[in-house]
């Protein structure tokens, strides 16, 4: 007699395996699309603090790197930065969204992005076959600072400059840099910079084919207690009009003018996607209908 049990497991192993060539058969031609494209990602948010979808990550960009894109990380790291404040006794302090840093919170940020949290994504990267190599923004004046512009928040900078021929023999060996936001000025005083700020800028020096920012939202709502009014697809024009009518605003509001800023300067697309689903970043870049806001130049 046959087990109707086992038919039932029968029958679920084969629809999951088809479900999977039906995946891959969506992604051939994306795959087609991006071999030798460079693809920047900011790496943070909840997709940095749990296990489980750090290691989605890794598997995500080793993937991409396997299949011949050029994908390039860059990271904060502000969770553990403030565990670090903590344990040496100083109080974090943030203004207006930015960590107001003075020189000894200066000393905690880049002993941690540079030395901590760089290297286990490296590690992380490295452990699935790909060939990640950690930078920060100093490493071969990469990332050049200026001071931010109100100087209110102490070593807190900007991006005055991208050096993208750093990177250029890396991506032609098929290494996957992984690039801290830290960076220092010409005369060499370290700065902390808003990651989402240097991946931009980074992408647009590099021309990338797509800016990719993780983050802990669906991507951009028109109404923000409502996650079904997720924009997929918003052309440059009224991204700067979201911003004007307060419709994008707060936090949201840096990270579309980074994608703004990057459109501008030529590349593709940016995207902002939502981080804390795991395996987010294929599902954006590898199937129809994508996961998160694409920002386009025109509609």
Not at 11 to 33: F, G
């Amino acid at each position: 007699m046959i087990n109707p049990q086992l038919n039932k497991s029968e029958t679920k192993k084969s629809e999951d395996e088809s479900l999977r060539v039906s995946v891959l058969s969506e992604a051939l031609p994306y795959i087609q699309r991006f071999i030798g494209r460079r693809i920047v990602v900011k790496y943070g948010g909840a997709a940095m603090a749990h296990k489980e979808l750090q290691e989605a990550v890794f598997r995500d960009i080793a993937l991409l790197s396997s299949v011949g894109v050029q994908p390039v990380v860059v990271h904060g790291g502000g969770p553990e930065i403030n565990q670090w404040l903590k344990r040496l006794g100083i109080t974090p302090e943030f203004r207006e969204g930015l960590r107001v840093t003075d020189e000894k919170t200066m000393d905690v940020v880049e002993m941690v992005l540079d030395g901590r949290v760089n290297k286990q994504i490296v590690n992380g990267i490295n452990k699935l076959g790909a060939q990640a190599i950690g930078l920060s923004g100093m490493d071969g004046g990469l990332v050049r600072a200026r001071p931010w512009a109100n100087g209110s928040h102490g070593l807190v900078g900007d991006v005055a400059s991208v050096n993208p021929d750093v990177l250029e023999p890396l991506l032609s060996k098929g290494y996957v840099p992984v690039i801290s936001s830290v960076a220092a000025t010409i005369d060499g005083t370290s700065y902390n910079i808003n990651a989402d700020t240097v991946a931009g800028e980074l992408a647009a020096a590099l021309q990338a084919e797509k800016l990719i920012l993780l983050t802990d939202t669906p991507g951009i709502l028109r109404n923000k207690e409502d996650s079904s009014s997720l924009i997929r697809k918003l052309p440059l024009s009224e991204a700067r009009q979201l911003i004007k009518e307060g419709i994008v605003d707060g936090g949201m509001t840096p990270k579309t003018n980074c994608c703004i800023r990057a459109l501008a300067q030529g590349v593709a697309a940016a995207h902002i996607i939502d981080g804390r689903i795991s395996h987010s970043l294929l599902l954006e870049v590898f199937t129809d209908s994508g996961i998160g806001t694409m920002v386009v130049a025109r509609g």
